[in-house]
């Protein structure tokens, strides 16, 4: 199944607020319309995956639970 990027449900796996206020400021400032689906851990994570509410993913790789 295609998506269109202006459609999609991006989920942002990231534990700290201060680089997620940057990443929404960064959509708000690129008039990225996205839906933008936030967690704070892993395991939030792969149960939004599972339940597939988002078409893409951006994980802070360093992320505690995930190394």
Same mark, same amino acid.
């Given at each position: 199944?295609? &998506?269109?990027?202006?459609?999609?449900?991006?989920?942002?796996?990231?534990?700290?607020?201060?680089?997620?206020?940057?990443?929404?400021? @960064?959509?708000?400032?690129?008039?990225?319309?996205?839906?933008?689906?936030?967690?704070?851990?892993?395991?939030?994570?792969?149960?939004?995956?599972?339940? @597939?509410?988002?078409?893409?993913?951006? &994980?802070?790789?360093?992320?505690?639970?995930?190394?």
């Amino acid at each position: 199944m295609s &998506v269109e990027s202006s459609e999609a449900v991006i989920l942002l796996v990231e534990d700290n607020p201060g680089d997620i206020r940057l990443i929404e400021e @960064a959509f708000s400032d690129g008039n990225i319309g996205n839906t933008l689906n936030i967690v704070n851990d892993g395991q939030a994570a792969l149960a939004s995956s599972i339940n @597939a509410e988002s078409t893409r993913m951006l &994980v802070d790789r360093t992320l505690y639970c995930l190394t």
